[in-house]
């Protein structure tokens, strides 16, 4: 995700958005009970660069957390590189999330052998218990673009040139939405937005802003909440570096010191930005209560 956010920028939080995850919430296990549907890419999915790709349980994203902070049964879908073309089709636009299952055979969360959106349907219609969906995506259609665009002499990577890609990501995520509600499903749907990597830096937030866009317009034609990373991350920022406040995962390469994926502090502050959302959707202003269940908000 580095070079999305280099190419689009051109070169009071709860108690528990400050808390890190107790050891208890640190397992991968998805909870078959059902109640929470997870899905989208690498940033729920949990991605590390540094960790073994060969058991799924090495990677905890933000739906694990806010599963067992609202003590409610997952399912966690998501997939590293997961596109919003390739959500709906396995011949749809794809970054890494085909080669990723199915020519290194890494594990996802769960099983599935169809297209995420197909698993999604099918989830649904099998646990109509469920009472939450989240949905991260569409980094992956900018870096498909980006990946392209390179041989091509009169290709232009700049925001301007990314207008149609976006397009077609807004016009997927519309898609992604209906279907969910086509499957009869009435629960809550959150769809989770992007962080920026620098906010000190107009160009790297206004970016940033534009591939929100796309979701942020398809969630309010769908009455789907947002819970926004940006907003969550943006007081550790503290109006700086992301990697310098902690927040993205240490590992230098030439594109820089961090990679872009969360570290368990950015984690923990996306999932506390899900429960406050749902919360604040809420007569209660109590997410556990919210969803049906009962207690306090951790």
């Known amino acids: 995700m580095r070079k999305l956010f280099a190419l689009l920028s051109a070169s009071v939080l709860f108690v528990l958005a400050a808390a890190p995850a107790s050891a208890s919430e640190q397992s991968g296990h998805n909870d078959d009970r059902g109640g929470y549907l997870a899905l989208g890419d690498s940033v729920p999915f949990g991605f590390d660069p540094r960790a073994d790709a060969s058991d799924a349980d090495n990677f905890i994203g933000y739906p694990e957390i806010v599963a067992k902070r609202l003590n409610i049964g997952h399912a966690n879908a998501s997939c590293p590189g ?3 073309g390739g959500f709906l089709s396995l011949a749809g636009t794809d970054n890494v999330c085909f080669p ?8 996802l969360h769960v099983d599935y052998s169809s297209a995420q959106v197909d698993y999604a349907t099918a989830y649904l219609r099998s646990h109509p218990e469920t009472r939450l969906v989240t949905l991260t995506l569409g980094a992956n259609d900018v870096f498909v673009y980006q990946h392209g665009c390179h041989p091509q002499p009169d290709c232009r990577l700049d925001l301007a040139g990314l207008l149609p890609v976006l397009a077609v990501m807004q016009a997927n995520l519309n898609t992604i939405l209906t279907t969910i509600r086509d499957t009869g499903y009435s629960g809550l749907i959150v769809a989770v937005t992007y962080y920026a990597l620098d906010y000190g830096s107009i160009s790297g937030v206004t970016g940033t802003m534009a591939l929100n866009g796309p979701m942020e317009a398809a969630a309010a034609a769908h009455g789907v909440l947002i819970a926004s990373g940006f907003d969550a991350w943006a ?3 503290a109006g700086g570096s992301s990697c310098t406040a902690g927040l993205l995962i240490y590992h230098p390469t030439l594109d820089g010191p961090c990679d872009v994926h969360p570290t368990p502090l950015g984690r923990d502050l996306l999932a506390a930005k899900v429960i406050s959302t749902i919360a604040g959707s809420c007569p209660a202003h109590n997410a556990k209560r ?9």
Request: aromatic share 14%; with cysteine.
């Open 82 to 84: 997961e596109a919003t």
């Open 100 to 107: 990723y299952r199915f020519y290194l055979h890494n594990p």
């Open 235 to 237: 007081p550790t920022a």
């Open 290 to 298: 919210c969803l049906g269940g009962g207690g306090n908000n951790d």
